[in-house]
């Protein structure tokens, strides 16, 4: 049985509703600057549900064989409700309900997508959909919108060997499950057995693109670039990063990863395979530390060499 993935882009009210402005301030205005002719959007409806995708739904998900099921929600929750689901493109084969159903009292429903049952691993579909009717709020603040754009990849499981550049006889070289999602998209889930998941994304020019997924880590922006920081807090045992487990006597204590976006792109690198060596990620760590250092050090390389079908990479434990 394969595995799905699902890579949803999510677009929050704050950042469509500018845009909606711009492009219809054209239509409202009269080139005469003497006659004001600008006209507000049509009122919503008195007792509009708001209903609205969840902000919930996570960006990558797990599916079983019965599809992914799409958290729709509403803020009033008296009687039963129907809401339109316009599917604006979806990849064929892919099944998507017309409508979405809400039972009375309940303030959630769920929308679910089929993918064709002969898809297998390296196929992918896209969806976009939107919900309509005047149960759908366009002005109000809510922790989803009406609008949501996914992309299905039935991932590929591959193993690969993660080690840190003058670190072996520290940290050793350990494996990590990556999954490859189709279009240069890979997921390493819980990296370092720190409940920490990182996705990289490759550009057309090989660069690497690291951003933290269904997780928070703090993220900071410097002069110098973006990093991604991670950090070992005394008081907090979920992000301990340890790849050989808790007992062992060496934590990683920071490591700040840049992620390789703008002008920074350089930072993260994945090489393709030669006739002498395989393929391999090159991460630029800003800043990283173990338990056994003194201070933090600069500048640090992190590897990361996925193996071909079959192959456990090669672990050298310290």
């Not at 992309?151 to 006889?169: N, T």
């Not at 920081?229 to 204590?253: E, I, K």
């Not at 060596?277 to 173990?290: D, N």
Request: hydrophobic fraction near 35%; charge should be negative.
């Amino acid at each position: 049985m394969n595995t799905i993935f699902f890579h949803i882009v999510r677009k929050t009210v704050n950042s469509i509703l500018p845009l909606c402005l711009l492009i219809s301030l054209p239509l409202f205005i009269s080139c005469s600057s003497d006659e004001e002719t600008w006209k507000p959007g049509p009122k919503t409806k008195d007792g509009c549900q708001q209903v609205h995708f969840s902000g919930e739904n996570p960006s990558i998900a797990f599916a079983s064989a019965d599809g992914f099921d799409v958290i729709v929600k509403r803020t009033i929750t008296t009687g039963n409700l129907t809401v339109p689901v316009k599917v604006i493109s979806a990849s064929e084969g892919v099944i998507i309900p017309p409508s979405v159903t809400f039972n009375d009292g309940s303030d959630e429903a769920y929308l679910n997508i089929q993918v064709p049952a002969t898809a297998t691993t390296g196929d992918s579909f896209n969806f976009e959909l939107k919900l309509e009717g005047d149960d759908v709020d366009p002005y109000a603040d809510l922790d989803g919108t009406s609008y949501y754009k996914g992309f299905i990849s039935f991932a590929k499981h591959r193993r690969a060997q993660v080690y840190i550049s003058g670190y072996d006889r520290v940290l050793g070289r350990w494996a990590e499950d990556l999954y490859d999602l189709g279009g240069g998209t890979f997921l390493i889930n819980d990296f370092m057995r720190s409940s920490v998941n990182l996705l990289l994304t490759v550009d057309k020019d090989n660069y690497v693109v690291v951003s933290p997924y269904n997780c928070s880590p703090y993220l900071y922006t410097a002069d110098y670039g973006d990093f991604i920081y991670l950090h070992y807090w005394s008081d907090r045992t979920a992000n301990v990063f340890n790849p050989w487990g808790d007992d062992f006597d060496v934590n990683v204590t920071t490591m700040t990863i840049f992620n390789g976006a703008g002008n920074y792109r350089s930072y993260g690198q994945y090489h393709e395979q030669t006739a002498t060596t395989g393929e391999y990620f090159v991460l630029t760590l800003g800043s990283f530390q173990t338990t056994a250092d003194a201070s933090a050090k600069s500048y640090v390389y992190m590897y990361i060499r996925p193996t071909a079908d079959g192959v456990d990479p090669v672990i050298i434990k310290p």
